[in-house]
């Protein structure tokens, strides 16, 4: 058996961090055409209150992974709202299980 090229040798593990790369950045939607936008920064959520029927409290409970942001995203209610119904919350440090509340 002939012994490997140093370009051969590195072929391989070269691709993998490529195509793990592309995913990444297709997966954060860094990967699309662009609105002219060239502020990096993501949008705002929106943080105007709407009606909801008053139903009572709503909770939602937290999952590996979850973050402040995506809590608000997922459940349509602000960031500022969430941390004013759940006083002491630590943003940083949220554990799954945990209960937040959605409404008052």
């Known amino acids: 058996m002939a ?3 140093q370009a051969a040798r590195w072929l391989a593990p070269l691709a993998l ?3 793990t790369l592309f995913t990444v950045i297709i997966l954060a939607g ?3 055409s ?3 936008n060239d502020d990096p920064t ?3 959520v929106p943080t105007t209150n709407t009606a909801v029927k008053a139903t ?3 909770y939602y409970t937290v999952r590996s992974g979850d973050t402040l942001t995506s809590i608000s995203l997922d459940t349509g209610v602000s960031v500022v709202t969430l941390e004013q119904l759940n006083p002491g919350l ?3 440090a949220l554990q799954p299980g945990q209960r937040l509340r959605l409404r008052s």
């Open 42 to 44: 993501p949008a705002a």
């Open 3 to 5: 012994p490997k090229s």
């Open 17 to 19: 961090l490529v195509t």
């Open 56 to 58: 009572g409290a709503r």
């Open 34 to 36: 662009s609105s002219g």
């Open 30 to 32: 860094g990967g699309g």
């Open 90 to 92: 630590d943003t940083q």
